[in-house]
Structures are given as C-alpha cells and as structure tokens.
C-alpha cells in the first residue's frame, strides 16, 4: 500500500491567520488531489495536480506538488470560517485497476471567528 | 443536477445481522467505487465497477462483502454475518469514465451494536 501522511492531524486557528498542511509519500505518484469534506457529506475534489513542481491557486488556497512528486502541500491565506473541514490529500493507488483512490488520514481543520 | 446519492444514510444492525446498502450513482456515470471511512481515518478502497463488472474488488476485506452492479448503474454493497469492526461510514463514488474525476455520495453510516 502506498502510504499518504498528513500533517498536522489536527489544526485550530482564528480567523485571519494563514495556514499549510502537508501530504507526504515515499512513493511516486502520477498525480495527487486535494479534497475537503464536511460533516455529514462525502469528500468534494478541490484540485489534481500533475506535475512535478506544479503550482495551482483556488481563491485564497495554493496548492504545490513536490519536485520529485512525492509530496504535496496546500495553504490557505486569511482562513474564513467556511474553510472548516477535513482536508484529505489521496493517489492513485497500485491497486489492481489503479483507479481507486489511495487517501491520507486527512487534516481537521477548525477555523473559529 | 442530482448528485451521487446513498441509502439508508444511517444503518443501525445487531452482530451477525445481514444489511445490503444502496447507491445511485450520477446518470451517465459508467464507473462506480465503494469506500469505507472509519472514524479518524481516510476512506479507504473496497470495489470498482466499471460497468457492470467488478473491475478491482482488491479491497474488499473478506468474503462478508461483496457488492453488485447488475444493470451498469445503482450498486448494492452487502455485508454478512456483520461485526463490530464493520462500524464506518460507507462511500460510494462515481466517474463518467474509470480515471475521471470522483464525486462522493454523502455516505451510510453503518453501526453494528
């Protein structure tokens, strides 16, 4: 199994303040996506990202992919209430299709006014 | 338009019980995915379906789950002799083709008292 760590696991932040989780591999991926999900509801895809050192920006949020594709981070500038939510990085896997999704344990993240 | 959507959204059963649960995928989607999130974790992959065969059930955790796809379109997961261990959140995904872009139901939440 290809293992995706998240860190931190946990994060509580007043609004306003600025933020990074991080998604970790020692495995190559093809590509990584960014979902959130919010109680109650299923994961929404926020980005993909494909290429080695690739940048991609979402209103206040900055997604990067790592160099070597291994690793992925997301910021958010001026977090807002409405940013709360478990942010879950996932990869392809090397299951026998390779479609499924491959998911990190996620960042929950709590944004207080 | 209608999004993925999944019955019962909360499933309470005795051990040993059997329970069958149900997703309807979005129209047109040809692949499906079932996922089991535990409380804490990310989903995990239990079974593809891309059309109506089971293109990858490399994730199915015994021979107590099995799942059918019998028209190319709604999907049952079953579950027999349920244990405790089986307690999560059920997910299912569907693509319009395998490779693309997932969209998540909201989930059943299966409990086994």
Redesign the interface.
Known sequence: TQL?EQSPQFLSIQEGENLTVYCNSSSVFSSLQWYRQEP??????LV?VVTGGEVKKLKRLTFQFGDARKDSSLHITAAQPGDTGLY?C?GR?N???G????????TSLLVTP | GAGVSQTPSNKVTEKGKYVELRCDPISGHTALYWYRQSLGQGPEFLIYFQGTGAADDSGLPNDRFFAVRPEGSVSTLKIQRTERGDSAVYLCASSFSSGDTQYFGPGTRLTVL
């Open positions: 995706l109650g509801e299923g994961p929404v895809l993909t879950l996932a896997s299951s026998n299709s479609y499924a999704l491959n998911f990190g344990k996620g």
